[in-house]
């Protein structure tokens, strides 16, 4: 039986009957030992997916995405984004749109009411995106390419193969050894294609995708899977007949576990996506603010040129912030955190961490000599809706704490830092740049 258990990061899973919520569920037995399994090959991979409070209790991590058990349970792990107030359709779309930042998509493909409007766990939304893409490619025509064949014919067709055709033995001087070129549509990029939609044909529970993927398979009978997928990938033609395969390449990656370390395809038959939290904060606003800086303004993320110090002649502990904005010879460094601060509680430092700031401190001082502003950015939640007062490292090394609005898409508080915008000058006005996002 196919069970569906939606909950957000840091929740509490129980075998025992409970009331169920965003924070708490009860899921079968078999899927608590499923999840304690995977778990322990997490650990041994240097990561950690759960914690198991007791025998009947397990508290989930801060990994979001859709785990799929043998036994038919689903896990769908939204991010928690506020203490109280979040809705399972705000969390849905929250982690798409962070899932489109990370995967670099146009906006157009990520709108509001379409995300409202497919209303369905994480992977089938995935699925469904790559179906959509699958089928537009299809109906403007997938790429074909020539192969060379090299066969025996009962006939001449092609070109003869003279020397295998000097090896043939008396009895079968009568065929004719040719090789010869065919049009067939067999390239890295259909073989790629063709293998991730088997994936969803198998994986899939949404009768839609399953319709669809069941349609475009029929119509891509001739084209083989692939067995090498690294290197069709390598292989993935960039030139100008393939611009209209450039939408699809990153959910083929994501559904072929190459986006991220802990994508995951099970040894049953479900499809699981696992996604760490933090870099998926980082890669949304770090797309964001690559839109917001002027074209002149460069942007490294993360930026990774300088070291902490030298060991016998040679740069030692790599220093790699998050983000170095450069504009001409001034610079901004920002770091991104995904935990949830409060702006009232200056006895426990807000629940900012002091090695974060030996952290930034060591940035500042190697990247920006000592001089200038830096930035530690957090989600915006009711309890850090606007910045810090600013912390001095001294007269010359400043550090602001800044909340980024996730429902509204803006940095507040960035004034304080003087990064530079897009500013559309009114007339008469040479000011080219100016501060964005101020409270």
């Not at 430092?349 to 000599?369: E, P, R, T, V």
């Not at 090394?397 to 508080?413: E, R």
Request: charged share 25%; proline share 6%; glycine share 6%.
């Amino acid at each position: 039986m196919n069970t569906l258990v939606s909950v957000r990061e840091y929740a509490r899973l129980t075998t025992e009957p409970c009331e169920a919520s965003l924070d708490r569920a009860q899921v079968s037995v078999s899927a608590f030992d499923h999840l304690c399994r995977l778990n322990e090959s997490f650990s041994r991979a240097g990561a950690r997916l759960l914690q198991v409070d007791g025998r009947r209790w397990l508290r989930l991590d801060n990994y979001v995405g859709v785990l799929q058990t043998p036994c038919g349970t689903t896990l769908e792990v939204l991010p928690k984004h506020q203490d109280h107030g979040d809705s399972l359709t705000s969390c849905r779309a929250l982690l798409r749109r962070m899932i489109q930042s990370m995967l670099d998509l146009p906006t157009r493909d990520a709108g509001e009411a379409q995300l409202e409007r497919f209303d369905a766990p994480l992977t089938e939304w995935v699925m469904g995106r790559f179906l959509t893409e699958l089928d537009r490619i299809l109906k403007r025509g997938i790429r074909f390419d020539y192969q060379r064949v090299e066969e025996e014919r009962p006939f001449l067709r092609g070109q003869l193969n003279v020397f295998a055709q000097l090896r043939q033995p008396p009895g079968r001087a009568h065929h004719f050894q040719v090789r010869h070129d065919v049009f067939v549509p067999d390239r890295p990029e259909n073989r790629l294609l063709k293998l991730a939609l088997e994936s969803i044909r198998l994986a899939t529970q949404h009768p839609d995708n399953w319709r669809l993927a069941q349609e475009i398979s029929f119509r891509l009978a001739e084209v083989s899977a692939s067995t090498r997928i690294q290197d069709d990938f390598r292989a993935w033609g960039t030139d100008s007949l393939m611009v209209h395969y450039r939408a699809i390449k990153p959910w083929c990656e994501l559904i072929l576990n190459r986006s991220l370390p802990l994508a995951l395809l099970g040894t049953h038959s479900g499809l699981s996506l696992l996604f760490p939290m933090e870099r998926l904060f980082e890669q949304h606003v770090t797309r964001w603010l690559r839109r917001q800086l002027p074209s002149d303004v460069r942007l490294r993320a993360p930026a990774s040129s300088l070291s902490l110090c030298t060991h016998d002649g040679k740069p030692i502990f790599q220093l790699k912030p998050d983000l170095l904005v450069e504009a001409g010879a001034h610079r901004w460094i920002l770091d991104t955190k995904w935990k949830r601060l409060n702006s009232a509680d200056r006895d426990s430092k807000y629940g900012l961490s002091q090695s974060d700031f030996y952290q930034l401190h060591a940035y500042g001082m190697k990247y920006l000599q000592g001089r200038g502003n830096m930035a530690l950015v957090y989600p915006r939640t009711t309890l850090f809706a606007e910045p810090l007062v600013p912390f001095h490292f001294d007269e010359n090394l400043m550090l602001s704490v800044l909340p980024f609005d996730l429902d509204d898409d803006q940095l507040l508080g960035s004034d304080l830092i003087s990064l530079p915008r897009h500013c559309k000058p009114t007339q008469g006005s040479k000011e080219p740049m100016a501060a964005f996002g101020a409270v």
